[in-house]
Every structure is written in C-alpha cells, then in structure tokens.
C-alpha cells in the first residue's frame, strides 16, 4: 500500500521540505504554462520528498501546493483544475521522465533478468547450503548506492533511487540497520547527502 504525504505542513516545514533551490527554480521555470510549472514543482518536490510519484492530484496538500505555487507565478486551481494527469498527458509523461532523469534512475535490464536467471541454474540445482547461497546471491544483488552529490549542480541533495520492475532490501545506512520504517521490501530508497546505503534486490 502507497503511503500518502502527511496532510497538515506548518510555514516551517513547508520553508524546508517544498522551497525549490535554485536549479530547481530554473527547471521549472523552463515550462511555459503555469499549469506546467506548478505540475511540475508538485512532482518534483513530492517526489524528493516521498521516493514516489503521487497517485492522485488530491494526494498532494493544498498547503503544500499553495507554497509552490507561490514560488512558480501559478495558483492552486491551474494545479488541480489545469495540469492535466495521467500516463495519457504528454506533460505529465515528460515531467516524471525528466524527474526520473534528474536523479539518475535507470530501468532495470533484460540482462540483468538473464544473469540472474543463469545464477539460478548453476549454482541452486548443485547445492542446498542456504549460507553458501545466500553469500553467492549477495555477491551478484548487493549493491551498494551512495549520494556523492555534496558539490555541483544537485547541491547537496537527498536522492530517491528507483529501478523499474524490482523491490529492494535495505541492509544498512552508512553500516547501521535501517529503521523499522525501512525494513520489508521497498521500491525506492532515499538516499541523503554522504550517505551510502546496502542493499539486495
């Protein structure tokens, strides 16, 4: 089940979690229409927060849109009577794809799908030493993602990391155990400024 971003933001909160830095500003100021930018702050910013796209235009506050439409020459209604949604609206296809960008992301391989598909047939068939397995399949799904994005043009920024098609296992942050919050499978990890994050897929 999607978790939603909590509804009630005080001016504090709103400042430090939905204040779009600089090249973030420039990003969206890029978009013609005011629909378009304020669309695209909303996504942006719920997405760096959140590590996921909301489901619904009504997912996102209307404290939180205010705060962005006031940063972008927009208003609240070209948010939510003007941006058009969906993976039919060319706009908001091109924004996700351009957020998804900005962070990095990269799909999931066919190749990958076969290397461990090939793992499988050589090593389960031969043995049933769960420690040995478990070790084997660490050396081929574990992986390491760090956020070195202290200086340039991300400025520091904590980064959602995705891969389409597959669910992670958080194994530690920075050598420690993840929070309750954080433990199960999950599809995004966030990833802060310095940190480096184990995890299996």
């Known amino acids: 089940m999607m978790k939603r971003l909590k509804r009630n933001w005080n001016q504090k909160e709103l400042d430090e979690h939905f204040s779009l830095l600089p090249n973030e500003n420039h990003l969206v100021l890029s978009k013609k229409t005011s629909a378009n930018r304020i669309g695209f702050a909303v996504l942006l910013k719920y997405f760096q927060q959140e590590a996921q796209f909301p489901n619904k235009k009504q997912d996102v506050p209307k404290d939180v849109v205010q705060h962005l ?58 043995t049933h030493d769960t420690d040995y397995l478990k070790n084997q399949s660490y050396s081929l799904f574990l992986w390491e993602i760090s956020n070195d994005s202290g200086m340039g043009m991300m400025g520091g920024m904590a980064h959602p990391f995705h891969a389409h098609g597959v669910q992670f296992q958080i194994l530690d942050r920075d050598g420690n155990p993840p929070p309750k919050n954080e433990t199960g499978w999950k599809d995004t990890i966030l990833v802060y400024p310095g940190e480096k994050v184990r995890a299996i897929i």
């Open 69 to 126: 439409a006031d940063q972008v020459d927009a208003s609240v209604e070209d948010f939510y009577d003007s941006y058009g949604w969906g993976g039919k609206e060319r706009s908001y296809t091109e924004h996700r794809k351009a957020i998804r960008n900005l962070f990095g992301f990269r799909e999931i391989t066919a190749n990958d799908n076969h290397l461990f598909a090939k793992w499988l047939e050589e090593q389960v068939q031969f």
